[in-house]
């Protein structure tokens, strides 16, 4: 007996890793001005998977993140930012490197 046919959306989603989706989330969160829900969702991701975010810029307490595997990028605020010894090893590379270019 054939089965129905799934909508895209299903199909697509089936197919995107469990991080990636919950990437997807926090953007549409963001999207709609919630915020408080995106930090929260951010912070989850990063604490439960360090190792696949970089840190790719820092403006104005807003560090920008980066997830190796897919190149999505999304932003959250310094202060939201999950305390992972490897994510702040790299914050104090990126500070220290604004440091010395505001100096030089």
């Known amino acids: 007996m054939p089965t129905a ?3 895209i959306e ?6 995107l890793s ?3 989706q919950a990437l997807l989330r926090a953007k549409a969160l963001s999207d709609m001005q919630e915020y408080k829900a995106k930090h929260e969702q951010i912070q989850k991701l990063v604490a439960e998977h360090p190792d696949d ?3 790719d810029s820092m403006n104005k307490g807003i560090i920008g993140l980066t997830h190796k595997q897919t ?3 999304i932003h ?3 202060k939201r930012l999950p305390n ?3 994510l702040e090893k790299q914050l104090n590379s990126v500070t220290d490197g604004i440091s010395a ?3 030089a």
Request: no cysteine; glycine share 4%.
């Open 53 to 55: 975010f970089v840190i």
């Open 18 to 20: 469990p991080v990636l």
């Open 101 to 103: 270019s505001t100096v």
């Open 5 to 7: 046919p799934q909508p």
């Open 84 to 86: 992972v010894y490897k």
């Open 71 to 73: 190149g999505f990028r």
């Open 10 to 15: 299903t199909i697509k989603a089936k197919q």
């Open 76 to 78: 959250i605020p310094q």
